[in-house]
Structures are given as structure tokens and as C-alpha cells.
């Protein structure tokens, strides 16, 4: 998260509401991506045309999958579809009802992520949630959601104010930060943009992604000529 989040330390439970199925994502089935990767053919010719990256590959641990590691039958290092996987991790029967039980769990704010409707956010803002973030998940579960920065303004009209707005997905550069504030987002969050960084160099990588974004963000808010995140109003962006 970047912006006002990032100034005020907000931590919080993130809970995803509409992942309790899987996306049938095309190319993962075609290619058979697998968690650890299956090596195959094209994964030699790729790493040939890699060398650097497949010494650092070779010259380190294996890839396991740490978050199953010793905690469930699925030990990390056998090769399971993704989608198996992910299919034994979602609790289909997540309902607005389980917010009860996960707010009596924790003292930490929680965040509902995979707001997609003006109607669900003013449910979350009645069901008493500390944050809501916009997102279709990046797009990987349907295609053809609306963009959470085209919702933006209809939620922030709804209801701006009363509960903090987070928009996700799509950001890629500093300029994009700055068009979610001005549209009335708290904060953005960026899922392929870090994981990218942090695929090509690790956690430098991650650090560049996070450098670029910031100074993305001061170049373009210095063009526009604001000088805080508050001065930012709609009337900078147009769609
Ligand atoms: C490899 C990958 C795994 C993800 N896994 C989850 C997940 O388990 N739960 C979730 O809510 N979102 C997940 N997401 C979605 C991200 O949290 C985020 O919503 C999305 O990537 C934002 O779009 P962006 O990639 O354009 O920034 C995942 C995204 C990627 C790329």
C-alpha cells in the first residue's frame, strides 16, 4: 500500500471476498504451471537464453512452497496444479455473516478486498469494516470486470468519508498512484508490479518497484502542480 496508508503505518487483517473459486486461468492450464515449477523443455530453452538468472537459480535452495511447508499434507516440495491447490484452501462458505467471528479473532482493522459494487460498499461501511479495497483481483479471476479506478468515483460518491478507500490493481507507475488519490483513494495496492521486482532481483528489485512509484508519483504531482497528496482533487483526471 503507498499514500496516506503508507504515512499512517496501517496495518490489518485483508480479507478476499470473492475468491472462494478459482478463475480458470487459460495460460496456467496450457502451460501445466505447477507449484514447485515442472521443468520442461521450454524451461531449459528459457534458462539458456537466461544464464544469469539460472545460475542464481542453481547456486541457491530449491523452490518449495513455504507458505504449505510442514503445515499440510502438501509438504512444498511435491508438484501440485495450482489450481488443486488453491481449491483446498478457500472456505466456500465465507459470508458478510463470518465477519462477526473474524472481528472477535482480532483487535486489528480489517480490510474486505474484492469490492466490485457501490451496493457491497455500503454494506461494508454498515457492517462496520475499517477499510475497503476495490479490486477484481487484477483481473486473473473474470475478465471483463469493470476496473476498480472506474468504480472509484461512484464508491467515493457513495461513500467517501465514512470508510477508507483502497483502489487495486492496474498501478503501474507513479502516475497511476496519483490519479487513485485524486479520484478520492486513501491508498492503492499493487500485486504484479512487486512480485515482477521481486522475480528479477529479489528484494532490490522490490525496493526498485517501490523507488519507481514513489518517484513516479512526486514527478507527477510536481507537473500538476500539487505539492500534497491532500491538494489532489478529481478534476486532475478525466477518463
Ligand atoms: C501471483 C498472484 C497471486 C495472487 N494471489 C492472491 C490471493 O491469494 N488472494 C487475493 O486476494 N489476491 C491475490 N492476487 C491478486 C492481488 O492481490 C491483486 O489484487 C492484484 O494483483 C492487483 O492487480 P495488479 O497485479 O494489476 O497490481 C494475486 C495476484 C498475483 C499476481
Redesign the pocket.
Known amino acids: 500500500m503507498l499514500s496516506r496508508a503508507q504515512r499512517s503505518g496501517y496495518e490489518a487483517i485483508i480479507i ?1 471476498v470473492d ?1 472462494a473459486v478459482l478463475g480458470r486461468r487459460e495460460r496456467d492450464v496450457r502451460r501445466g504451471f505447477t507449484l514447485p515449477p515442472k521443468i520442461g523443455l521450454d524451461t531449459f530453452i528459457d534458462g539458456a537464453l537466461h544464464p544469469r538468472w539460472s545460475i542464481d537459480l542453481l547456486r541457491n535452495k530449491p523452490i518449495t512452497f513455504a507458505n504449505v511447508a510442514g503445515v499440510t499434507d502438501i509438504d512444498g516440495t511435491t508438484a501440485i496444479a495450482l489450481s488443486d491447490y488453491v481449491n483446498t484452501q478457500f472456505d466456500q462458505a465465507l459470508s458478510w455473516e463470518s465477519l462477526e467471528w473474524i472481528r472477535s479473532a482480532t483487535d486489528m482493522k480489517v480490510v474486505l ?2 469490492i466490485q459494487r457501490v451496493d457491497d460498499a455500503q454494506r461494508a461501511v454498515s457492517e462496520g469494516i475499517d477499510a475497503i479495497a476495490l ?1 477484481n ?2 483481473g ?1 479471476q473474470i475478465d471483463g470486470t469493470i476496473a476498480p479506478v472506474q468504480l472509484l468515483p461512484d464508491v467515493v460518491d457513495a461513500v467517501g468519508g465514512g470508510i477508507a478507500i483502497i483502489c ?4 503501474r507507475r507513479g502516475s497511476d498512484v496519483v490519479k487513485a488519490c485524486a479520484l478520492g483513494a486513501d491508498a492503492v ?5 512487486y ?1 515482477y521486482g521481486l522475480g528479477a532481483g529479489g528484494e532490490r528489485g522490490v525496493e526498485w518497484v517501490l523507488d519507481h512509484l514513489v518517484s513516479g508519483m512526486k514527478r507527477t504531482m510536481a507537473l500538476c502542480g500539487r505539492s500534497t497528496v491532500d491538494a489532489l482533487t478529481p478534476d486532475l483526471v478525466t477518463f
Open positions: 478476499t475468491t478486498k474484492g479490486s483481483h487484477g486473473r487495486d490493481g492496474g498501478v495496492m499493487v500485486g504484479r508490479p512480485l
